[in-house]
């Protein structure tokens, strides 16, 4: 059995931009930031960012363009995926994403702490600060 999980909490590094395929499914790519603090051998603290390219496809697109802003702290979780290309002076270049297909809203519009999800499920769930969207479920979804 293999298993391909990313999951980060972390910041975004800029507004988030939704474009549109040809087909009219919305996309939005994304960059956030985590951060690592620890005290080395010498006994200095040390701090480490790292930047995460995060691909969202569909309504979580669209959530993310309507409510996220730079700064805004987030939960995310996907798979990973290498994409290669060939760049115009003709150097292969390579970018690995996660692609989510979960994400946890952790900051609120008024600053407070919330807790808004979405999912590519298409569930949204909500504090007072946002809309509410319940899919029903159903027995035949149940995977047991």
């Known amino acids: 059995m293999d298993l391909n ?25 994304i960059t956030v930031a985590t951060g690592r603090t620890w005290t080395d051998q010498a006994g200095q603290k040390q701090k480490e960012t790292e930047f995460h390219n995060v691909v969202l496809w569909g309504k979580l697109a669209d959530i993310v363009g309507q409510y996220l802003r730079k700064g805004a702290k987030v939960y995310m979780e996907g798979r990973l995926k290498t994409r290669d290309w060939t760049g115009q002076d003709g150097v292969k270049r390579y970018r690995t994403e996660i692609i989510a297909d979960n994400m946890i809203m952790l900051d609120s519009p008024s600053g407070r702490s919330a807790m808004p999800m979405a999912s590519t499920g298409d569930n949204y769930a909500s504090n007072d600060s946002g809309p509410v969207i319940e899919e029903e479920i159903k027995v035949e979804d149940i995977p047991f």
């Open 5 to 29: 999980r990313a999951t980060i909490i972390g910041r975004l590094t800029r507004d988030p931009e939704v474009r549109s395929t040809p087909s009219g499914k919305s996309v939005s790519s």
